[in-house]
């Protein structure tokens, strides 16, 4: 069986690759030029540098590879961001993903295709704060999740014109290693063992910490969207999510407490976003019964988090 991993060098595409390759998959990762030499290292796998901007480019691979499997987690991924470069996240989230659809539809219809979606797309809604449902209204607040709609409803679209086989995994905040500093989870964490090892100012600067979030282990996440790819349903939107959101300020005081230091918190005007989801927490009923369950805590996964910065610190970064 073989498998296009677009954005196979982002922490989840990355984490997605190696899991595949355990089950036996054969891999062909995918992400722009610009991106080609991270993780080389860590990649036991065929590699191809290709922009979803350029659908012939997508074309041409996937005639040449045939997959049954595309698993596109390749986009603007970031909500901060989509505030900072809005037009380019909008081109790239919106126009790649239907470059991916089109090229796919082409070259391979009768392939599964993974749609990275995300629980940005559900914004107003969690203002109630109960647990989000699939079938709860999509009202985002941000350009992120705006194109995170867009990308759900293409999906939708070929799934339900063209009989195509796409799967939509809302992704609450996946949470692992080897991650850029554009999260709270890492920002803190990259902060905090500069402050340990005696670099900087000592201060954490922070967003609002009072909110609360769904976060889920990467090695979590992919194993349940591989349990959706395997025994769910195309076109039918599912959580993944654990059903349980700690606020910001925990997962703060929990990473404090891993490194066992206490640097000064400040607030940072930077920080703050125009609008913020107070509690976003995912009901996980559907994923459950596909038969997924967690195995790490968030006690877990953030030590995991902070040994990773504590490493990346000590090379100099």
């Known amino acids: 069986m073989k498998a296009i991993v677009l954005g196979s060098t982002g922490m989840v595409g990355g984490c997605f690759a190696r899991k595949l390759i355990d089950r036996g998959w054969e891999v062909t990762g995918v992400a722009r030029h610009t991106a080609m030499g991270r993780q080389l290292a860590e990649r036991p796998y065929p590699f191809v540098g290709c922009d979803i901007l350029d659908r012939e480019n997508l074309l041409a691979l996937f005639r040449k590879v045939r997959p049954d499997l595309v698993v596109c987690m390749a986009a603007q991924a970031f909500n901060g961001t989509s505030w900072e470069a809005e037009r380019?996240?909008?081109?790239?989230?919106?126009?790649?993903?239907?470059?991916?659809?089109?090229?796919?539809?082409?070259?391979?219809?009768?392939?599964?295709?993974?749609?990275?979606?995300?629980?940005?797309?559900?914004?107003?809604?969690?203002?109630s704060g109960s647990a989000l449902r699939e079938d709860a209204p999509l009202l985002p607040l941000t350009p992120y999740g705006v194109t995170k709609v867009a990308t759900e409803r293409m999906g939708y679209q070929y799934f339900r014109n063209y009989g195509m086989k796409v799967y939509l995994p809302r992704m609450f905040i996946h949470v692992g290693t080897g991650h850029p500093p554009a999260t709270a989870?890492?920002?803190?964490?990259?902060?905090?063992?500069?402050?340990?090892?005696?670099?900087?100012?000592?201060?954490?600067?922070?967003?609002?910490?009072?909110t609360a979030r769904d976060f889920i282990d990467v090695r979590d996440g992919v194993e349940a969207m591989l349990a959706l790819l395997e025994r769910g349903e195309p076109g039918t939107p599912v959580n993944i999510c654990n059903g349980?959101?700690?606020?910001?300020?925990?997962?703060?005081?929990?990473?404090?407490?891993?490194?066992?230091?206490?640097?000064?918190?400040?607030?940072?005007?930077?920080?703050?976003?125009?609008?913020?989801?107070?509690?976003?927490?995912?009901d996980n009923a559907r994923l459950r019964a596909l038969g997924w369950s967690r195995r790490y805590s968030l006690r877990q996964t953030l030590e995991g988090v902070f040994a990773d910065w504590e490493r990346r610190v000590r090379a100099g970064g």
């Not at 539809?105 to 107003?124: I, N, Q, R, V």
């Not at 201060?203 to 910490?209: A, E, H, I, K, S």
């Open 244 to 282: 349980e959101a700690p606020t910001i300020r925990h997962v703060l005081d929990e990473l404090l407490d891993i490194a066992g230091v206490a640097p000064r918190i400040e607030q940072a005007q930077s920080l703050l976003r125009p609008s913020d989801e107070m509690v976003l927490l995912g």
């Open 185 to 210: 989870i890492q920002n803190f964490a990259r902060q905090i063992a500069l402050a340990k090892a005696g670099r900087g100012d000592g201060v954490v600067r922070t967003g609002r910490l009072d």
């Open 88 to 127: 380019y996240t909008y081109l790239v989230n919106v126009e790649g993903t239907r470059n991916v659809l089109s090229a796919l539809h082409e070259a391979c219809p009768d392939a599964k295709l993974l749609l990275a979606c995300s629980s940005a797309e559900y914004g107003d809604a969690t203002r």
